[in-house]
């Protein structure tokens, strides 16, 4: 993997600081003042004020080989989907090609309503394609990023994904969460014939790869930790189901629980990926239990006639945030990760279901069905501070983004379901286009981590 690089330094101009004594130092969400990830007197966008609104950014049409202006609108896609940023309108770019050693014309920028510009090129780097980019403060005329990015020309698109990561991190103090992908649920067919298989996208629609071929049922795929695997729940033609694990270098599958007596379900890798928890059913009763993704060796941690089911560790792997009815009607627990001293979180009005973990560890996603309505929600893993994202019908099945920032989960609001996403402000809510029906979705971590 080829890391991004520090190529510029940092460039002040007089055209730039005569704007930045013509500009207001101040937008609503974002100030040139301390906040998380900026240094004093740097422009940064505060994400959490009530008065939120998205910045306003110049993506310039890059320059160099073919690919160069679909990355930029690549990255004026994912900024402006995000809702943090908002990238005018090309029409009005006072400068409509810039080379990429030019300086911008800050003052005409600013007099357009820019507060940050993105320029760039698409350069051939032996048998590879690389950006090179640069990030400028409007208002004061610096260069505040300035990096390069190299791939295979196969995989051309992550070079916008990778310089649109490095904006959002600059520019929020958050890592980005473009460099990503999804594996959902594909849905073809009739409603009562539905064809169902495994399928991958980026993050932002494209690349569509289906993973299986329709002629079995399986459901609920999750990604591991490094992404490299993903495990998800198989029914056979008896009706049996078993959770099995996928290798997607290899393609390989193993099958984790689900004998004659048994059946397994709702499988979930543990931070350190060797291990998975999971529901398994027999004689009745459906309980949680841990696997050795290796061996398959199951172990259970809960017993009794409740049903327990979709399990999730807490970033650290001590905790199991799951779903039960063991009080009487469907929530939220917590306990240890050895089964140990479970209790209720969640007490608002309706049923709540599919807890997942953020990777912050700060909040729990939830679904919560009250009467005909489902909502995907946050909450903090002692109950508190709950919060809906969404609500309507059918909203179901969240999965955060790398960040903790984003969840994707899928709505059908009758004809079949899509994808979607939101952000823990509630300000965003879009859909993530798919060729077909989809849901299920589980996010990977970012591709530029592992």
């Given at each position: 993997?080829?890391?991004?690089?520090?190529?510029?330094?940092?460039?002040?101009?007089?055209?730039?600081?005569?704007?930045?004594?013509?500009?207001?130092?101040?937008?609503?969400?974002?100030?040139?003042?301390?906040?998380?990830?900026?240094?004093?007197?740097?422009?940064?966008?505060d994400l959490n004020p009530k008065n939120f609104k998205?910045?306003?950014?110049?993506?310039?049409?890059?320059?160099?080989?073919?690919?160069?202006?679909?990355?930029?609108?690549?990255?004026?896609?994912?900024?402006?989907?995000?809702?943090?940023?908002?990238?005018?309108?090309?029409?009005?770019?006072?400068?409509?090609?810039?080379?990429?050693?030019?300086?911008?014309?800050?003052?005409?920028?600013?007099?357009?309503?820019?507060?940050?510009?993105?320029?760039?090129?698409?350069?051939?780097?032996?048998?590879?394609?690389?950006?090179?980019?640069?990030?400028?403060?409007?208002?004061?005329?610096?260069?505040?990023?300035?990096?390069?990015?190299?791939?295979?020309?196969?995989?051309?698109?992550?070079l916008a994904h990778l310089a649109s990561d490095a904006?959002?991190?600059?520019?929020?103090?958050?890592?980005?969460?473009?460099?990503?992908?999804?594996?959902?649920?594909?849905?073809?067919?009739?409603?009562?014939?539905?064809?169902?298989?495994?399928?991958?996208?980026?993050?932002?629609?494209?690349?569509?790869?289906?993973?299986?071929?329709?002629?079995?049922?399986?459901?609920?795929?999750?990604?591991?930790?490094?992404?490299?695997?993903?495990?998800?729940?198989?029914?056979?033609?008896?009706?049996?189901?078993?959770?099995?694990?996928?290798?997607?270098?290899?393609?390989?599958?193993?099958?984790?629980?689900?004998?004659?007596?048994?059946?397994?379900?709702?499988?979930?890798?543990?931070?350190?990926?060797?291990?998975?928890?999971?529901?398994?059913?027999?004689?009745?009763?459906?309980?949680?239990?841990?696997?050795?993704?290796?061996?398959?060796?199951?172990?259970?941690?809960?017993?009794?006639?409740?049903?327990?089911?979709?399990?999730?560790?807490?970033?650290?792997?001590?905790?199991?945030?799951?779903?039960?009815?063991?009080?009487?009607?469907?929530?939220?627990?917590?306990?240890?990760?050895?089964?140990?001293?479970?209790?209720?979180?969640?007490?608002?009005?309706?049923?709540?279901?599919?807890?997942?973990?953020?990777?912050?560890?700060?909040?729990?996603?939830?679904?919560?069905?009250?009467?005909?309505?489902?909502?995907?929600?946050?909450?903090?893993?002692?109950?508190?501070?709950?919060?809906?994202?969404?609500?309507?019908?059918?909203?179901?099945?969240?999965?955060?983004?790398?960040?903790?920032?984003?969840?994707?989960?899928?709505?059908?609001?009758?004809?079949?379901?899509?994808?979607?996403?939101?952000?823990?402000?509630?300000?965003?809510?879009?859909?993530?286009?798919?060729?077909?029906f989809a849901s299920d979705p589980s996010w990977s971590?970012?591709?530029?981590?592992?």
């Amino acid at each position: 993997m080829n890391r991004p690089f520090q190529l510029f330094r940092p460039v002040i101009f007089a055209i730039g600081l005569i704007a930045a004594l013509m500009a207001p130092l101040l937008i609503a969400g974002h100030v040139h003042a301390q906040a998380a990830g900026c240094r004093s007197g740097e422009l940064c966008i505060d994400l959490n004020p009530k008065n939120f609104k998205p910045m306003p950014i110049a993506i310039v049409t890059f320059t160099g080989d073919t690919q160069a202006s679909a990355v930029s609108e690549i990255i004026s896609s994912n900024l402006k989907r995000s809702g943090v940023f908002e990238p005018i309108d090309p029409a009005r770019h006072p400068e409509k090609a810039l080379g990429f050693d030019a300086v911008p014309n800050f003052q005409a920028w600013t007099a357009a309503g820019a507060q940050a510009i993105v320029t760039g090129r698409i350069v051939r780097d032996g048998g590879r394609v690389a950006v090179e980019y640069r990030l400028w403060d409007a208002t004061t005329g610096k260069q505040v990023v300035g990096q390069k990015h190299a791939i295979d020309p196969q995989n051309w698109r992550r070079l916008a994904h990778l310089a649109s990561d490095a904006v959002f991190e600059r520019m929020t103090g958050e890592t980005g969460f473009f460099d990503t992908r999804i594996i959902f649920v594909d849905e073809t067919g009739p409603k009562d014939k539905r064809r169902k298989r495994l399928a991958i996208i980026d993050q932002d629609g494209a690349n569509f790869r289906a993973l299986s071929g329709g002629n079995e049922l399986l459901l609920t795929p999750r990604y591991s930790p490094r992404g490299d695997r993903v495990a998800f729940m198989a029914l056979s033609e008896d009706g049996r189901a078993s959770v099995q694990v996928l290798d997607l270098a290899s393609g390989r599958r193993s099958v984790i629980g689900g004998g004659n007596d048994s059946a397994s379900f709702a499988p979930r890798f543990a931070p350190n990926g060797s291990q998975l928890a999971l529901s398994v059913e027999t004689g009745g009763n459906t309980n949680l239990a841990v696997a050795d993704a290796t061996s398959g060796q199951i172990r259970r941690i809960t017993s009794g006639s409740a049903i327990d089911t979709s399990p999730s560790y807490s970033p650290d792997g001590s905790q199991i945030a799951f779903e039960s009815d063991r009080g009487g009607g469907q929530q939220i627990y917590i306990m240890g990760a050895d089964g140990s001293g479970a209790r209720r979180i969640s007490f608002g009005d309706g049923r709540y279901s599919t807890p997942v973990w953020s990777p912050k560890g700060d909040y729990i996603a939830f679904t919560r069905q009250k009467a005909n309505s489902f909502a995907i929600g946050i909450m903090k893993p002692d109950g508190s501070g709950e919060r809906i994202l969404t609500e309507g019908y059918h909203n179901e099945g969240p999965s955060w983004a790398p960040n903790g920032r984003y969840v994707v989960f899928f709505r059908d609001s009758g004809a079949g379901p899509k994808l979607y996403m939101a952000d823990v402000n509630g300000r965003v809510d879009v859909a993530i286009p798919t060729p077909a029906f989809a849901s299920d979705p589980s996010w990977s971590p970012l591709i530029s981590a592992r």
